[in-house]
């Protein structure tokens, strides 16, 4: 008996931590920051210098003047929340349109709720929205700055690839090359620049073991699934599955801000239910809505219903029946 030894739970300790995985998302962001850098240049830069410091700021203020809390920089989440929300903006974004967009990020949608791990909503994804509501005029605007590479490229000053299937049709994107989409679509957010760099954060992401596949992987099915149901019914009118996997925030939103730990359900069930809901409210956006892209929206709505997911595909507790 001399040799029990009795103590508090947990009796179980691993090396991972909420700064490693917090850290991991930031590696695995790095080939999108890269891509958007190389091409959209200085603006970019700007941006993201921005939205980065402006949540380090805000969060660390807010901590200790207003929590009156231990600092919390240390876990990487602000961190996260700016370089996610500088990738949600064009490279045009105003710097003082940016920091608005860090303070209902940070200040909103994150601490107003306690700091991480109580927050309902996704803190950059809530600060997306802001700002397209608030400043639409600033947040499509799709002009592209001269950049570090490819500047031999026509700048895109009017819509995106779903900004031009929205307002002309699946005419007016036929001339896309999906090979230019994958590696180089020059439309919309910076974030969304290249879907190659997107896939090889998922890759290290999984890799990793910071995610499971199964939400982004139930996301995207249900987005080719719907499309192309719809496309096959009139392949005239609506576009195509590869089309919508490959063009808009879809890849971003489903790999880096619909796996957060935070604000989506605990098993895996919910989470396969948490994915066909946003990809169904994203097609239901993207083809029938007022705007071109719907995935912030879903992510946000999909949010919400976390807490009952959570509820209903609860695991069960170890020697209940």
């Known amino acids: 008996m001399d040799r029990l030894i009795v103590s508090p739970s947990p009796h179980l300790h691993t090396k991972t931590s909420t700064k490693s995985l917090m850290r991991d998302v930031v590696i695995a962001l790095i080939p999108a920051v890269l891509v958007s850098v190389l091409f ?17 700021l805000l969060e660390y203020l807010i901590t200790k003047y207003l929590l009156k809390k231990p600092c919390s920089l ?18 045009t974004t105003p710097w003082w349109v940016v920091f608005i967009g860090a303070v209902f990020a940070i200040g909103v949608a994150k601490m107003t709720f306690g700091g991480l791990g109580q927050n309902l909503f996704n ?18 605007d799709w002009t592209r700055p001269q950049g570090f590479v490819g500047g031999g490229l ?3 000053s009017g819509a995106t690839p779903l900004g031009l299937a929205k307002e002309g049709g699946v005419a007016a994107v036929e001339s896309l090359d999906y ?24 890759i290290y992401l999984l890799a990793r073991k910071v995610i499971k596949p199964y939400i982004t992987l139930s996301i995207l099915a249900t ?51 948490f994915g066909i809901g946003i990809g169904l409210i994203t097609m239901l ?31 069960k507790k170890y020697g209940r029946a």
């Open 74 to 91: 240390g876990d990487w989440s602000a961190v996260i929340t700016g370089v996610l929300l500088a990738l949600n903006l064009p490279a």
């Open 223 to 273: 987005v080719a699934v719907f499309s192309g149901i719809f496309w096959i019914i009139n392949p005239a009118e609506y576009t195509d599955p590869l089309f919508n996997l490959l063009t808009g925030g879809l890849l971003l939103g489903s790999i880096f801000m619909a796996t957060d730990y935070v604000t989506s359900p605990m098993s895996n069930m919910g989470g396969v239910v």
């Open 154 to 156: 026509d700048a895109l």
């Open 123 to 140: 803190p950059a994804i809530a600060g997306r929205v802001f700002l397209l509501i608030s400043f639409p005029t600033y947040m499509t």
């Open 285 to 315: 956006i993207r083809y029938f809505g007022a705007y071109p892209e719907g995935v912030s929206f879903a992510i946000l709505i999909m949010n919400s219903v976390v807490p009952l997911l959570n509820k209903w595909f609860h695991t």
């Open 179 to 202: 090979m230019d989409m994958l590696f180089y679509n020059i439309g919309g957010s910076a974030g969304e620049l290249s879907a190659i760099a997107l896939i090889i954060g998922f």
């Open 40 to 56: 959209y240049g200085w603006s970019e830069l700007l941006v993201l210098g921005t939205s980065v410091a402006s949540c380090l």
